[in-house]
């Protein structure tokens, strides 16, 4: 399962005899009383990816409060937006509770691999963890951390010898604080380049 292989079960039955028969099913099928073949699991899905630049990823909500769930979107700025329907949403957050009790709702979705996030509860804690694991906020915070410290590097590099310095590549927001940067210590900074190898330039004033 966790190689994304469907498992091989085995359908038995036992007569009033108390044997026990084998019911031959289809190769990686599993009867109906089951739980769905792909599985569900709290956390990332490994085959949901980042969005590309202006794209937004689709969210189904099941069981999960859809105010809270839109709420925690506008708040931590990610590009995502509610779906009306599974079928049209890049990915699924589910609540256990909703799983547990009604698997096969959610049978022909995780079957079709569409990525599933599940949670325990519809607390905003919940919600917002959900959110920050499906987009790695925290990944995104590092890479924002590194980019500003290669900008003030650069920024006393240029102060000491006078030579303008090209910073690697980044995302708007990111070249933003570091335009910010270059101007606090009176520096001349602009962008080059088209993305995604858009990057700012620092020179003196």
């Avoid at 980042?50 to 769930?69: A, C, Q, T």
């Avoid at 090209?166 to 927001?173: G, H």
Wanted: with cysteine.
């Amino acid at each position: 399962m966790l190689r994304g292989q469907a498992p091989r079960p085995e359908h038995r039955e036992r007569d009033s005899a108390g044997t026990i028969s084998v019911i031959p099913t289809a190769r990686g099928a599993a009867p109906e009383s089951r739980l769905p073949a792909a599985p569900i699991a709290d956390g990332v899905e490994p085959t949901l990816r980042p969005p590309g630049r202006g794209s937004v990823i689709r969210i189904f909500p099941y069981g999960v409060s859809r105010s809270r769930l839109d709420k925690a979107i506008r708040l931590l700025h990610v590009p995502a937006a509610l779906s009306k329907s599974w079928k049209d949403a890049d990915a699924i957050v589910a609540l256990k509770a909703h799983v547990r009790r009604e698997p096969a709702r959610l049978r022909e979705a995780i079957e079709s691999h569409k990525p599933t996030f599940v949670i325990r509860s519809n607390t905003r804690f919940q919600v917002e963890g959900v959110l920050r694991e499906m987009f790695d906020l925290e990944g995104q915070r590092e890479l924002e951390a590194e980019a500003l410290t290669e900008a003030r590097e650069a920024i006393e590099r240029v102060l000491a010898s006078g030579e303008p310095i090209e910073l690697r590549s980044q995302s708007a927001p990111i070249r933003r604080r570091q335009h910010q940067l270059a101007e606090a210590a009176r520096l001349r900074s602009y962008s080059r380049g088209a993305d995604p190898d858009r990057h700012v330039c620092i020179a003196r004033a």
